[in-house]
């Protein structure tokens, strides 16, 4: 008979627990604000252009910040410094939720809020993902990683429902107070973490500039790696865009408001049932299998340039999460499985900068692009460079080839 220990699984052990429910906790409340922001952005009138630079502004803090916040998770307690970014994010969160209870938010204060919120995520996020190998042994690495990400995705599912509800029922403004509330909960899970320091006290730290280059040279040591954050270099160019600014925009035009809430849950299911799938398939060569399987992310674009019916795009934004999300745990543990400890972090932030430098131009520049060409046009381009690309980085042989262990 099979033992409560066993069927809990990395469940078991008190500082995986911890960080599961912390980040889940926080994918809830960081599922709300897109939804919340985009329409409040709309709300005080502003355009498509508008919209692409507000959530601009969040990346781009985001990409100047997350190589500094790489190099601190591996000098740096990663357990102290997640808790730190988080109630700092709650505070950043409250007062902006508080400006638009009160009908005082501008569109530039939701960017510079944004910004803000974009420094303290990034530099907690290299850690987040770095510090689950700390959590469990080696051998549950495997299981740990899908599992987390399940129910993390798993709350983002009832956070975009219930964006969209809230918006609907009591504003912006209080949807975004969720995601405040949410901050101050991981904060909290953080604190009560007891991990070890992944560089011991005494050893000579190199300058940033040293562990940055350190960094650097453990990424390009790895074909796949480097080809792969490549690849997301484009599929962010594109698709932030198509997702942050033209997707509300077309779907409210073609379906209605309430049904963008509906494609980003199925979305999320999409992530949720590619990581259940996880749990049980474990393909040897797993980096070409996900990577195979990341060409679907073309269907949510395409969906909804073509089709003004609500079951189609659905369905292809199920398919995107799905396919998205099978490669993201085989490319999350291709990582964890083949980078040094001390190194992590920054390679984990390597991964956000490559994956993320182009996104704050994309969504600056899908509005006017978008509206010069059209906007069914644009998505349909989008979804043919990010099907493309997938599949062309199926013919790297160190793709082919790498196994997982």
């Known amino acids: 008979m099979t033992s409560l220990s066993e069927r809990l699984g990395p469940l078991r052990h008190r500082d995986f627990r911890l960080l599961v429910v912390g980040r889940t906790t926080n994918s809830f409340g960081g599922a709300v604000t897109p939804v919340a922001l985009a329409f409040a952005v709309l709300d005080l009138g502003g355009s498509a252009t508008e919209l692409g630079l507000v959530v601009a502004a969040f990346a781009l803090a985001e ?236 269907c949510f674009p395409i969906a909804m340039a073509l089709s003004d019916q609500l079951w189609v795009v659905v369905i292809g934004a199920f398919l995107h999460g799905f396919g998205l999300e099978i490669f993201s745990v085989n490319w999350d543990l291709s990582i964890q499985q083949n980078v040094d400890e001390d190194k992590l972090a920054r390679v984990y932030s390597l991964d956000l900068v490559g994956s993320f430098v182009m996104r704050p131009l994309g969504l600056a520049l899908t509005g006017p692009v978008a509206e010069a060409v059209g906007f069914e046009r644009w998505l349909l381009v989008v979804g043919a460079v990010m099907g493309g690309s997938s599949l062309v980085a199926l013919l790297s042989r160190d793709v082919q080839k790498l196994v997982r262990t």
Do not use: K
Not at 153 to 170: C, E, R, S, Y
Not at 192 to 214: C, I, K, N, Q, Y
């Open 63 to 298: 990409v100047v910040t997350v190589l500094f916040g790489g190099v601190l998770g591996d000098r740096v307690s990663r357990q102290r410094l997640l808790q730190v970014t988080m109630t700092a994010a709650a505070v950043v969160q409250g007062a902006v939720a508080a400006l638009l209870v009160a009908d005082r938010a501008t569109i530039p204060v939701l960017a510079g809020g944004g910004a803000v919120l974009g420094v303290l995520l990034a530099l907690g996020g290299p850690s987040a993902q770095a510090i689950v190998r700390l959590t469990v042994p080696a051998e549950e690495l495997s299981t740990a990683v899908p599992l987390g990400r399940v129910m993390q995705n798993g709350a983002q599912i009832l956070g975009f429902a219930a964006g969209g509800v809230l918006v609907a029922a009591v504003g912006p403004g209080w949807a975004i107070a969720v995601d405040a509330g949410t901050f101050a909960v991981a904060s909290f899970c953080f604190s009560l973490m007891r991990v070890p320091h992944t560089r011991p006290e005494g050893e000579a730290r190199p300058s940033f500039l040293g562990d940055l280059g350190d960094g650097f040279r453990e990424v390009f040591r790895h074909t796949w790696l480097w080809l792969l954050i490549g690849q997301a270099l484009l599929y962010h160019l594109f698709y932030g865009g198509a997702q942050g600014v033209l997707g509300p925009i077309v779907v409210e035009d073609s379906i209605g408001r309430s049904a963008w809430g509906l494609a980003l849950s199925a979305l999320m299911a999409g992530f949720l049932v590619g990581g259940l799938v996880c749990l049980r398939f474990r393909p040897r060569h797993g980096l070409f299998v996900g990577t195979a399987f990341l060409s679907l992310t073309a």
